[in-house]
Nanobody, 124 residues
């Protein structure tokens, strides 16, 4: 059974950094895509990034490009989201999700499995 667990959320001041991790287990396919999404209070879920495990290619939403970076830690079997220069508008619950195949997308409807989310709050 596929399981996704996010960790690393918390409270940070504007301009600060946080590193989120997504641990995926139970997935039988060799290659897949991991997406990061976020949902601010009262708003819909927004795509942040899409990472292809076969070659590490990553797509970023314009709102986070240049500030967020996705990487893979093979030793820990996690995909991480490094968030720098955080802004109050980055506040929300962050989710990782998995889709089959190799196509990159930040469309929420294309993802098959979701984690429970981790709260990120950017505030002074």
């Amino acid at each position: 059974q596929l399981q996704l667990v996010e960790s690393g959320g918390g409270l940070v001041q504007p301009g600060g950094s946080l590193r989120l991790s997504c641990a995926a287990s139970g997935f039988t396919e060799d290659y897949y895509v991991i997406g990061w999404f976020r949902q601010a209070p009262g708003k819909g879920r927004e795509g942040v990034s899409s990472f292809r495990t076969s070659d590490g290619t990553t797509y970023y939403a314009d709102s986070v490009k240049g500030r967020f970076t996705v990487s893979r830690d093979n030793a820990k079997n996690t995909v991480n989201l490094q968030m720098n220069s955080l802004k109050p508008e980055d506040t929300g619950v962050y989710y990782c999700a998995v889709k089959r195949g190799v196509g990159l997308t930040i469309a929420t409807s294309r993802y098959d499995y979701w984690g429970q989310g981790t709260q990120v709050t950017v505030s002074s």
